[in-house]
């Protein structure tokens, strides 16, 4: 069982920047491979970005050289750096855990366990 719990998400303008920081319960969490998931209101979640456990990353287009994600397994937690926001990055910020540690799933699917979400807006 892991429990996550995202934070870092707010209210920035076009152009700003923000962190989001997931932080996973468990002894195993090295083994699991890590993904963060966005969802606008009326829109499925989206994929942004995943992390395998050996720190291979695979990012969404729409977010690949702006967004970075890392993983500190000493912490028990992996990090979303996004720069440059954009209004349309505006959307709830889900971190997802994977027990399949060396794949990078693009799906909610492949994701057995999800944090409640934090806000992220970005201001035109």
């Known amino acids: 069982q892991v429990q996550l719990v995202e934070s870092g998400g707010g209210l920035v303008q076009t152009g700003g920047s923000l962190r989001l920081s997931c932080a996973a319960s468990g002894r195993t969490f090295s083994s699991y491979g890590m993904g963060w998931f966005r969802q606008a209101p009326g829109k499925e979640r989206e994929f942004v970005a995943a992390?395998?456990?050996?720190?291979?990353?695979y990012y969404a287009y729409s977010v690949k050289g702006r967004f970075t994600i890392s993983r500190d397994n000493a912490k028990n937690t992996v990090y979303l750096q996004m720069n440059s926001l954009k209004p349309e990055d505006t959307a709830v910020y889900y971190c997802?855990?994977?027990?399949?540690?060396?794949?990078?799933?693009?799906?909610?699917?492949?994701?057995?366990?999800w944090g409640q979400g934090t806000q992220v807006t970005v201001s035109s």
């Open positions: 997802g855990a994977d027990p399949t540690g060396w794949s990078l799933g693009r799906t909610p699917a492949r994701y057995d366990y």
């Open positions: 992390i395998s456990g050996s720190g291979g990353t």
